[in-house]
């Protein structure tokens, strides 16, 4: 007999939220961003990337108001909007967000580790023994519901919030002005002294930015298992609000009161701050521990989101059948054994012992499929704002074209070369698509066969590349 399924309230929501935002971006993102742009253009970016944010929250939650029906989120204001196809690729994109995000996640996770480990680090394949081991320890949790999951994350959440707390009480006393007002800042880099510009700095700033950001619609994905859409309104501008304000307050009192050369060549850049304060050496193994435990809930927070999307998807007929099934306690079985297959097999990746390229790689190309269905979403409020232009106010409109307008700025800023990898995720799962037709006996349309063929084709030569050695991901 089939249990009957508990809501999610808001504050679970809430912090499945912040759990998929805050995850290894909070830790590495001082020393990601002190790379590629000075303290007061990483501030710049903040707010320009938390503008940005703050426009799809908005539309995400004007979409909630205005369509309540849609109980899958960013999958379904793309299949409402654009039919079958264009849903299908920001399912299949948002779900592959997830599972590369999670490859990221258990990068960092051995990195750290083994930073904290010294010379008793573990060896590669014992990081993929473990990994692997945590892999399926979330899928065992996850088989006992959707509600369990949300649980676990929130005790996982705040345990990780206990070290950021730690940084931003304790750091303050350390923030030295000198080191964060960077004399000639819009001209050279203080971490490499290379040339710079302002414009330049925000540009190569935005991506890792954005990935902050990731998880700001995890409340409009698990709409359909929320108590209601007050909550998911609710859930999206205070995770947004939280998020931002953390982010920032940990940005300044970094660059603040450590040196950027200093920083950039950090393994745990937080730890040096913590060390500088009444903790001492003790603050280093605290920062590592909250790493640890912060990349493990983000882990559970996006598979979460990534088998419901599947989920939501096979349901309406555009993924293939199979992975609409759910077992007695309303888990999707099928699509989280998908994501966790997926996952398992790109862990391979873990085997490498340079394990902050493989975190950073995996970051920028999660961060690149998910631009995607940010558009879409972006697109389909401007659609349905335009619609209701006679009878609401004008500036619902305004803020879906500055969402979308963020949305394409971030396309650019992450760069051609992710994006070309991006087509390959994309061709690869329109097979899907495919055979989700094939099921329903229905042939996609002509546009659709048009866009599928050229991706398809598109994916054959940048395998054909990556084989020969001309293009590495």
């Known amino acids: 007999m089939k249990k009957k399924e508990e809501k999610l309230g808001l504050w679970l929501l809430v912090f499945v939220a912040i759990g998929s935002m805050i995850g290894s971006g909070i830790f590495n993102s001082p020393k990601d961003l002190i790379a590629v742009a000075n303290p007061q253009g990483t501030m710049i970016t903040w707010l320009v990337g938390g503008f940005g944010a703050l426009m799809l929250a908005l539309l995400f939650i004007y979409l909630a108001s205005r369509k309540p029906e849609l109980k899958s989120g960013i999958y379904a204001y793309a299949r409402d909007g654009f039919g079958d196809y264009m849903g299908f690729n920001s399912a299949w994109g948002y779900w592959s ?10 990068a960092l996770f051995f990195k750290t580790l083994n930073d904290l480990l010294g ?25 006992s519901g959707v509600r369990e999951g949300a649980i676990l994350n929130f005790v996982v959440t705040v345990a990780k919030l206990i070290p950021i707390l730690l940084i931003i009480l304790l750091g303050v006393a350390l923030i030295d002005s000198d080191l964060f007002l960077v004399e000639e800042w819009r001209h050279r880099l203080a971490a490499t002294g290379e040339s710079t510009t302002p414009l330049l700095q925000v540009k190569d700033a935005m991506a890792v930015v954005l990935w902050c950001f990731v998880g700001i619609e995890a409340a409009s994905v698990l709409s359909g298992r ?81 088998v419901e999307t599947l989920y939501a998807a096979a349901k309406d007929g555009v993924l293939p059948r199979v992975f609409s099934k759910v077992n007695r306690n309303g888990t999707p079985v099928n699509a989280l054994l998908l994501t966790q297959s997926f996952t398992q097999l790109f862990l391979l990746s873990i085997l490498s012992p340079r394990l902050n390229e493989t975190y950073l790689a995996a970051i920028t190309i999660a961060t690149t499929l998910v631009l995607i269905p940010y558009l879409l979403s ?75 063929m050229l991706l398809l084709s598109a994916s054959a030569v940048i395998i054909t590349l990556m084989l020969s050695g001309r293009i590495t991901p």
């Not at 599972?99 to 258990?106: M, P, Q």
């Not at 704002?385 to 500036?395: N, Q, T």
């Open 97 to 106: 967000v997830g599972w590369l995000g999670n490859v990221s996640y258990l």
């Open 226 to 306: 929320a108590k209601s859409q007050k909550t998911v309104r609710l859930t999206i501008i205070l995770s947004l609000l939280i998020v931002l304000s953390v982010y920032m307050l940990i940005t300044f009192i970094t660059m603040s009161s450590i040196p950027a050369a200093e920083l950039a060549s950090s393994e745990t850049p937080l730890a040096l701050v913590l060390e500088k304060t009444m903790v001492g050496a003790a603050g280093g193994v605290i920062i590592r521990l909250g790493i640890m435990v912060s990349v493990l809930g983000a882990s559970l927070s996006w598979i979460l989101l990534s």
């Open 378 to 452: 972006s697109l389909y409020a401007v659609k349905t704002a335009f619609g209701l232009r006679k009878s609401e106010s004008p500036h619902h409109l305004v803020v879906a074209l500055l969402g979308t307008l963020y949305s394409v700025y971030v396309i650019y800023a992450v760069g051609i070369r992710y994006l070309i990898l991006s087509v390959l995720f994309y061709g690869i799962g329109s097979l899907l698509y495919l055979k989700a037709k094939r099921e329903q006996q229905k042939q996609p349309k002509r546009w659709e066969w048009a866009v599928i």
């Open 119 to 143: 010379e008793q680090a573990l060896s590669p394949l014992t990081c993929f023994l473990i990994g692997s081991a945590l892999l399926w320890f979330f899928y065992t949790i996850l088989m």
